[in-house]
């Protein structure tokens, strides 16, 4: 399999797991698979990026985890967004916003 | 936040419990990849393979999670902590030496350290330091800056300035001899004569009593005195009453009125009592305008506002204007010069200190780079280990925090241990220099503690940063690959060694040269001649109390019986009293005048240094008579107006004419004039001064002025001659029951005494450097043995082609030695550009001395090769067949 990797921007994984987590909880792979699904195929986050975001983001109380029977009938840590995690969904979707915005426009006017 | 400080507390705490979730959740997530590949047709076991493989690394995510988790620094220092103390005791040897030089450099900077901020920085304890200047006369020629004042000029001073808030003068050093009650043994002791308002003016208030008041500081005022804390406690078990009494000084009574506090010791910590300036011989002096005439010292407080360049130059012009009134008395100064009471009280030890604070910082920094040098060493060896680690997801900067905790550790441990090497030092230090100003003052506080946290933290620093090229880096899969025979590296790290070795060397040859130049002075100083016999003389202060002895008589026959009575001891081989032996002191030096030539133009004045004696004293310490004779035995007092002078003063006031016959006037000596009878052979009045011209009047002539009722005894013997002081402190006390001798010394001992400071200086620096070569030649010797151990193959490759073992030698010992001869070229280099920063230390040495140049060279090369022909040897020792077995 070969290891095609986008160099993500600094702190657009965050975003990225965020909106993965808007819809259900999920565990650590499904998570994985649903970012590469809903970018696409563009990105494929490594877990060695994904686990550790999902740490930070627990201890910051924007997820919450717990362990339950996966599909598969197999004990998975699932996570899900907090009330704290919606609120910071929003903000990084606005900020990303803006700086798509500011992005394109710098573009075009070269 | 403190959902924060939970987490952290999650973690800490229920550490395990965390570890097992993380490990559970990729345990899961590895099953679900592998169930996730195993539907997509795989097989189980290539199914795992590429979950592992798309999973990157258990060990290395788990490092991943563990470094974003909250309270990750205090737990990684604290397991580095537990883990560089087990490294550490596993190679004890290393962490001992290690230690110990840390503790040696660290110490010895402490001490120093010290020493240097309590005497040199710290503020004096005294009300608002800043304000409080030291003044001075300048004399009239400019070669003195800071000259002593006369009374009458600090009168006028005090009258007239308007820059100080208030003026106080004192004379530094008094001797009395202080009467204990119930015929105790009489002891003489130092004072201080001031001024009323010295204390005022420097702020401080008796802990007892009371202290001088305008009308104790007058002639016609009862005696009174302030006594120390120590000499209080010493001599009256500090009982509070002795307040109001009378003590006994010089056969006279005083009232104590006050005991300063333990802490005050102004103008020194030797000082034990205060008495008015204005009584007894004071008052006269109070009156004088010679600068001379009495050691005279003035404080003054700074009025808020006025700058002391300003109050200085106020007090030049009424200086100036004393002059211009004056010009019969050529030694009325032009002016006045100032410095901060600090600087006047330890500038004389500045430079000294100064320059041992350097010497121990060179050898704080040998130290670091020997450690360094270990460091590096060990990192060689362990380098498959941080390969390894480095492979187990151990990222660069864990890798670096280990390292710098354990250098971390190392340092700390070497700096509690240089903590009480510091410790030793200072108390030795103080107990080697009670005589050094603001001795009293040395002591560790918090900002030494704060030091020491800052030289250990320096060092931990130094020692990691310029050792951790060699630690982890590139090349990982090298390093597990690579089998000990690898070169490269090797090289790059001996290349490391050798700068810091080449560095070590030089600073050591730095410390060396300074070290050769004071031992040089020291030794130059030991031997000068002195213009006298000083082998088997012993001496010994009499001082006649003028209250009792108040008749010239008086004075005239207890001299003559003591110098009778010892000179018929046995051993006794000749036996001589004067002012004071040649290499005591100055002791004064008034002007003069030759009335047989033309008068000196308004203004000029010429003045030696005048000594009074005994007739036999020339004959019994050896100073030769040029010319002429002693002065008449018989005649005394009105009867012998003779004088006798020295070889230079001849040269310089009588050149090219006879001085024998003429007649010298000084004001001293009442205007009369006396006959130069003799001229004898020049004596130095310091060990470390050249010898300047001398006049001679009999001890028992008729000085009017100055009656000589202080007197050396010197004694000479054919033996030992410190046997007969007990015989001559009996004559005196059969005399003169009353009557103590003081400061009884062998001339050995009293040059001794002067040429302290420079033995001490001497003695530190030479330690120093010492202990800095032998660091030199540890870190030498390591690094050739490493070479030679990296080496071992190849040289047994060379040996089978063929190879002789003075090759071998030569190319080990050239290895080794090439960095020691450039650190000697750096440090000669060095020396040059820094010994100049001595010179004022220095005595009949120059700073760039070829002779200590070349033997520090030649020193440190044969200590070089001994360090490089040890481990040499043992590469001769290698056996080809074994050495190419080796592996």
């Known amino acids: ?110 | 936040m403190p959902k924060r400080i939970l987490n952290l507390f999650r973690n800490l705490v229920r550490k395990r419990a965390v570890e097992q979730e993380l490990n559970d959740e990729l345990r899961s997530s590895l099953e679900i990849l592998t169930q996730e590949k195993m539907k997509g047709g795989l097989s189980q076991s290539e199914a795992r393979r590429e979950a592992l493989i798309e999973l990157g690394g258990v060990e290395q995510v788990k490092e991943e999670v563990r470094a974003a988790r909250a309270g990750r620094f205090l737990e990684d220092f604290a397991r580095d902590i537990r883990f560089a103390l087990r490294t550490l005791a596993k190679s004890p040897g290393f962490t001992a030496v290690a230690i110990l030089t840390l503790a040696l450099g660290i110490g010895a900077t402490t001490a120093l350290f010290t020493v240097v901020w309590s005497v040199l920085l710290k503020p004096l304890p005294f009300k608002d330091p800043g304000r409080l200047v030291a003044l001075y006369e300048r004399s009239p020629d400019g070669k003195v800056a800071y000259g002593s004042v006369a009374g009458g000029v600090f009168a006028e001073w005090k009258k007239q300035s308007r820059g100080f808030s208030s003026l106080a003068i004192l004379a530094p050093s008094v001797q009395h001899t202080f009467f204990g009650a119930g015929g105790a043994l009489p002891e003489v002791l130092r004072g201080a004569m001031v001024s009323w308002n010295l204390f005022p003016t420097l702020g401080v208030a008796p802990a007892l009593g009371r202290g001088f008041t305008a009308q104790d500081d007058q002639p016609s005022a009862n005696e009174t005195a302030v006594l120390s804390w120590g000499f209080w406690k010493r001599r009256f078990g500090g009982n509070r009453s002795i307040l109001g009494q009378t003590i006994n000084l010089d056969g006279q009574s005083y009232t104590v009125i006050g005991v300063m506090p333990s802490w005050f010791a102004y103008p020194d910590a030797s000082v034990e009592l205060w008495t008015p300036v204005s009584q007894g011989q004071g008052a006269k002096e109070m009156r004088s305008m010679d600068p001379s005439d009495f050691d005279f010292a003035v404080v003054g407080r700074l009025k808020p506002g006025v700058t002391e360049k300003a109050a200085t130059a106020q007090l030049s012009v009424i200086t100036k204007r004393l002059h211009d009134q004056h010009l019969d008395d050529p030694l009325v100064s032009k002016g006045a010069s100032s410095r901060p009471l600090l600087e006047a009280m330890v500038g004389n030890v500045k430079t000294p200190l100064f320059v041992l604070l350097a010497a121990t910082g060179c050898l704080l920094l040998i130290a670091c780079l020997n450690v360094t040098g270990l460091l590096v060493a060990r990192g060689a060896a362990r380098r498959r280990e941080m390969a390894i680690r480095s492979a187990l997801g151990g990222t660069r900067r864990r890798l670096f925090g280990q390292h710098l905790t354990e250098s971390l550790l190392l340092s700390a441990a070497g700096g509690g241990a240089g903590i009480l090497v510091a410790d030793a030092v200072v108390r030795w230090f103080v107990a080697a220099r009670p005589d050094m100003s603001r001795v009293d003052a040395i002591q560790m506080d918090v900002w030494v503690a704060v030091f020491v946290v800052l030289v250990i933290c320096g060092c931990a620093l130094f020692a990691c940063l310029a050792s951790s090229p060699s630690v982890g880096g590139s090349g990982t899969l090298a390093a597990l690959q690579e089998s000990s025979r690898s070169q490269s590296e090797g090289h790059g790290r001996a290349r490391l060694r050798k700068t810091l070795l080449t560095l070590e060397v030089g600073l050591t040859v730095i410390l060396l040269v300074g070290a050769g130049l004071l031992l040089r002075s020291y030794q130059r100083l030991r031997s000068t001649d002195l213009g006298c016999i000083t082998k088997n003389v012993l001496t010994m202060g009499i001082n006649l109390p003028p209250e009792k002895y108040t008749k010239d008589t008086q004075r005239v026959t207890f001299f003559k019986s003591l110098l009778e009575g010892v000179r018929a001891l046995p051993g006794v081989e000749g036996a001589g009293l004067v002012l004071a032996v040649p290499g005591q002191g100055f002791s004064g030096g008034p002007e003069f005048t030759i009335p047989e030539h033309p008068p000196l133009p308004f203004g000029k004045g010429q003045s030696a240094i005048i000594r009074w004696a005994d007739p036999g004293y020339f004959a019994a310490l050896g100073i030769p008579f040029l010319h002429g004779h002693t002065f008449d035995p018989d005649s005394q007092l009105e009867k012998s107006p003779e004088a006798i002078i020295s070889q230079s003063f001849a040269r310089q006031y009588f050149p090219g004419e006879d001085p024998i016959g003429k007649h010298l006037v000084t004001m001293l000596t009442g205007r009369r004039s006396f006959r130069i009878v003799g001229i004898v052979g020049d004596t130095r009045y310091l060990a470390s001064e050249p010898p300047r011209p001398i006049m001679y009047f009999s001890i028992y002539a008729d000085l009017f002025n100055r009656t000589p009722n202080m007197a050396a005894l010197a004694v000479h013997s054919s033996t030992d001659v410190t046997s007969l002081s007990i015989p001559i402190q009996r004559i005196v006390q059969r005399l003169d029951p009353e009557l103590a001798v003081s400061n009884i010394l062998t001339m050995n001992q009293l040059i001794g005494k002067s040429t302290r400071d420079v033995s001490f200086d001497a003695a530190l620096l030479v330690a120093f450097a010492v202990l800095s070569l032998t660091l030199a030649a540890v870190g030498l010797f390591g690094v050739v043995s490493y070479l030679v151990n990296q080496r071992t193959h190849e040289i047994g490759i060379r040996m089978a082609l063929g190879a002789q073992k003075s090759d071998v030698l030569r190319l080990v010992i050239g290895q080794g030695m090439a960095p020691a001869l450039a650190g000697l070229g750096f440090g000669i280099a060095g020396s040059l550009a820094l010994t100049r920063f001595l010179s004022s230390l220095l005595y009949g040495v120059k700073a760039t001395d070829p002779l200590t140049f070349v033997a520090v060279s030649l020193l440190l090369t044969a200590v070089a090769f001994v360090a490089c022909y040890i481990p040499a040897r043992r590469a001769t020792k290698v056996d080809p067949i074994v050495a190419l077995r080796y592996e």
């Open chain 1, 1 to 110: 399999m070969a290891q095609k990797r986008t160099d993500l921007l600094r702190g657009t994984l965050d975003l990225l797991v965020l909106k993965a987590l808007s819809l259900e909880p999920l565990h650590g792979v499904a998570i994985s698979r649903r970012i590469t699904q809903i970018t696409q195929g563009a990105f494929q986050v490594s877990f060695g990026s994904l686990f550790p975001s999902l740490h930070r983001m627990e201890e910051k109380g924007w997820v919450e985890a717990e362990w339950r029977s996966s599909d598969h009938n197999r004990r998975a840590k699932y996570y899900r967004l907090t009330r704290a995690g919606r609120t910071q969904l929003k903000v990084e979707e606005r900020q990303w916003n803006q700086v798509v915005k500011i992005m394109a426009a710098a573009v075009q006017s070269s």
